[in-house]
């Protein structure tokens, strides 16, 4: 199908029942998942999805509508629904549309040959995976091994002469497990994701990975109460990002509700903090050549060497705040109006090993799961329960169940005294091993 002309033709259509402005959101696309336990093959669901997202503006009022039927009645029909919904809406003179024009080149974001390689090639990788975990002896059980993939292609018009699309793809392996020892159970996962069905990791590393993050666990101890190092592990990024994504939210900011709000061109962190948001790197998770609403994506950086450089908006918002928008108009699919998001978004890589980290750490805890909600983005106060493995003499020493920590997001981040090198920017958010030199750590 000619998307380009469709939406022109329903950008047209809009404007003719109404509409001051309009934009045209069209996502097509295929989903494939396969799950594997015990070497059954338990699911192997494969499905197309197809629809539109209208949003349009009059007198300074915004309504949206959706279908995904592209024949002419029900276009016609979710196009009437949104004109008549803007007449309950609240007008603002900031509802505005974009009319930049341009793309960000962004290379390798579709595998053509994705949806050629054979079922059973597919669904031999989610039994090896899982066949190669358990060949572990200390692993008892399978909680399951998956294979995904999805395509999809995305265009959007607007009235300003917006016409722009790209297609995507991603692939995904991985697998859980359990190692039992008396009545303790300990499980353990690993997964991969790639935009190249070639780029995905080897099985027998998936594998490898989610069994001794099982066995590790078991035979946990606890510590007493103490302020000690927290090392963060690779794996915990989003504990410390999450929070500061929220806070560099624009509308949380024009709400007021971020701690970081009145800090722009501050110091807020250790120099060695340096928070980058991508929307072009090749290959990358997130990466695309435009954002929600078609403006161009580009590189940011968000903190620069601990000194906060940035927030992000989507069109509406930086019109309320009177900036530009930064190109972080986020989307769910074409039933959701543009929100604000972040693309690949992560800690830049240090000079440290981790090894190097540990080595240098007399006393604390190597954190490698926390629960809660980590930096809260109103207040920048830290706490979650937290897992992983006490350190003492710069050495492993045993794992670690039950704890807590806490603490405030501005001492936290003030306090980083070492970062590592060894950046995974194949996830959407991420971070290197990094450490605080000194937390509240809860225990017995």
Not at 21 to 35: P, V
Not at 254 to 266: D, E
Not at 342 to 363: C, L, M, V, W
Request: proline share 3%.
């Amino acid at each position: 199908m000619d998307y380009k002309s469709l939406a022109g033709q329903l950008v047209q259509t809009c404007l003719k029942k109404g509409a001051d402005s309009a934009e045209i959101f069209i996502q097509t696309g295929r989903q494939l998942r396969i799950e594997v336990r015990n070497g059954d093959i338990e699911t192997v669901q494969e499905a197309a999805s197809q629809g539109i997202g209208f949003r349009i503006f009059a007198g300074g009022r915004m309504a949206f509508a959706s279908c995904n039927d592209f024949s002419d009645a029900a276009t016609a029909s979710a196009i009437d629904s949104a004109v008549r919904f803007a007449q309950q809406t609240t007008a603002d003179p900031n509802n505005v549309l974009p009319d930049d024009k341009g793309n960000t080149p962004v290379a390798d974001l579709y595998d053509e040959g994705i949806g050629r390689v054979v079922m059973e090639r597919k669904i031999e990788l989610a039994q090896t995976v899982e066949r190669l975990a358990l060949k572990d002896s200390r692993i008892t059980k399978s909680a399951g091994s998956r294979y995904a993939e999805g395509e999809a292609e995305i265009f959007l018009a607007n009235s300003h002469g917006l016409s722009k699309g790209y297609k995507s793809s991603s692939c995904s392996l991985g697998v859980s497990v359990v190692a039992e020892k008396g009545a303790q159970k300990s499980s353990g996962n690993d997964s991969c994701s790639r935009r190249f069905f070639a780029d995905l990791k080897k099985p027998d590393e998936i594998a490898a990975k989610a069994a001794r993050k099982a066995y590790e666990m078991i035979d946990p101890r606890m510590v007493k109460t103490q302020r000690a190092a927290v090392i963060f592990d690779t794996d915990v990024a989003g504990a410390l990002l999450g929070g500061i994504l929220a806070a560099v939210n624009g509308e949380r900011v024009l709400q007021g509700a971020s701690f970081l709000g009145t800090r722009l061109n501050q110091k807020i962190a250790s120099p060695l903090l340096t928070i980058v948001d991508d929307g072009t790197r090749v290959k990358g998770p997130a990466s695309r050549p435009f954002d929600g609403e078609g403006v161009p994506t580009q590189k940011r950086l968000i903190v620069d060497q601990g000194v906060l450089k940035g927030f992000m908006y989507n069109t509406i918002i930086a019109r309320r705040a009177g900036v530009k928008t930064t190109g972080n108009a986020s989307r769910g699919g074409f039933t959701d109006v543009p929100g604000i998001g972040p693309h690949n978004f992560y800690i830049a890589a240090g000079a440290n090993s981790r090894e190097d980290i540990i080595a240098a750490t007399q006393k604390g805890l190597l954190l490698t799961e926390v629960t809660g909600y980590g930096i809260n983005p109103v207040n920048g106060d830290f706490s979650g329960g937290a897992s992983g493995f006490w350190i003492e003499g710069g050495k492993i020493a045993f794992p670690v169940k039950g704890l807590t920590i806490a603490g405030r997001a501005d001492e936290i981040l003030n306090a980083l005294d070492m970062m590592g090198n060894d950046l995974d920017l194949n996830r959407a958010t991420a971070a290197p091993t990094f450490r605080i030199p000194e937390m509240q750590i809860g225990g017995e």
